[in-house]
């Protein structure tokens, strides 16, 4: 994600920020995931799909 991209994520209920995002992102972001080098999202889908996600609390 780009900077550009800050206000959507504080819009967004469910934001997420890669691990290695800009600093700017990760703080805007309220959640956190991977690295989109190291399948990030995916971790994130399979979390949600197994209900283990922290907004699923």
Known sequence: MA??????LRQ???SFAM???GSAVVAAAKY???SNNREGVLDVI???LK???PFNQ
């Open 3 to 8: 900077v550009n991209d800050i206000e959507m």
């Open 12 to 14: 967004a209920g469910f």
């Open 19 to 21: 691990e290695n995002a």
């Open 32 to 34: 956190r995931a991977g």
């Open 46 to 48: 399979d979390k949600v």
């Open 51 to 53: 209900h283990e996600a």
